[in-house]
T-cell receptor
Framework: GEDVEQSLFLSVREGDSSVINCTYT??????LYWYKQEPGAGLQLLTY?????DMKQDQRLTVLLNKKDKHLSLRIADTQTGDSAIYFC?????????FGKGNQVVVIP | GAVVSQHPSWVICKSGTSVKIECRSL??????MFWYRQFPKQSLMLMAT?????????EQGVEKDKFLINHASLTLSTLTVTSAHPEDSSFYIC??????????FGPGTRLTVL
């Protein structure tokens, strides 16, 4: 089955870059995703990467995928206070999403 | 963009009562809806997958008689927590998709069982 792991907490100063990491186990995943959850809210899809890509850049977001090591990362450039949230990576497998535990990012002004 | 709503956004109920949560796709027809449960500081756990007009498929460990799912139309799925107990207190989130494309998530429903 799918198993996705993430670290738990990151604090970062406003303007700095933040990097969130994730490892997954299902090598058959077609897409890997990054979601953002603000307090008390549902999930917002931030970006995704196709499994045969190594990198994807989307404005301030950069996703790196190391398929050999099953490692996914999300870099947020010029982190802003509105980026404070919990970030989940997810992989798709068997037509369902498996989520990591989430990484809380706190941006310090 | 695709919008998914949930109602209510929060509910408090007494132990032993049943609570119904609605999930609606507002501007698209959802062939599939998913129900997730999220405990504090934890990830989302898929509870069940619901296709319009057919029985929901429950994940292992999820009691289908306790968590009743009805997907009567392409825009509405309901989750009923029957005979709720305090351990059922959680954040319930639905998502909707067309075919197997991006899942659009609802804002979630906070259930507190006293």
């Amino acid at each position: 089955g799918e198993d996705v792991e993430q670290s738990l907490f990151l604090s970062v100063r406003e303007g700095d870059s933040s990097v969130i990491n994730c490892t997954y186990t299902d090598s058959s995943s077609t897409y890997l995703y990054w979601y953002k959850q603000e307090p008390g809210a549902g999930l917002q899809l931030l970006t995704y990467i196709f499994s045969n890509m190594d990198m994807k850049q989307d404005q301030r977001l950069t996703v790196l995928l190391n398929k050999k090591d099953k490692h996914l990362s999300l870099r947020i450039a010029d982190t802003q206070t509105g980026d404070s949230a919990i970030y989940f990576c997810a992989e798709d497998g068997n037509n369902r999403l498996a989520f990591g535990k989430g990484n809380q990012v706190v941006v310090i002004p | 963009g695709a919008v998914v709503s949930q109602h209510p956004s929060w509910v408090i109920c007494k132990s032993g009562t049943s609570v119904k949560i609605e999930c609606r796709s507002l501007d698209f027809q959802a062939t599939t809806m998913f129900w997730y449960r999220q405990f504090p500081k934890q990830s989302l756990m898929l509870m069940a997958t619901s296709n319009e007009g057919s029985k929901a498929t429950y994940e292992q460990g999820v009691e289908k008689d306790k968590f009743l799912i009805n997907h009567a139309s392409l825009t509405l799925s309901t989750l009923t927590v029957t005979s709720a107990h305090p351990e059922d207190s959680s954040f319930y989130i639905c998502s909707a998709t067309v075919g197997y494309n991006e899942q659009f998530f609802g804002p979630g429903t906070r259930l507190t069982v006293l």
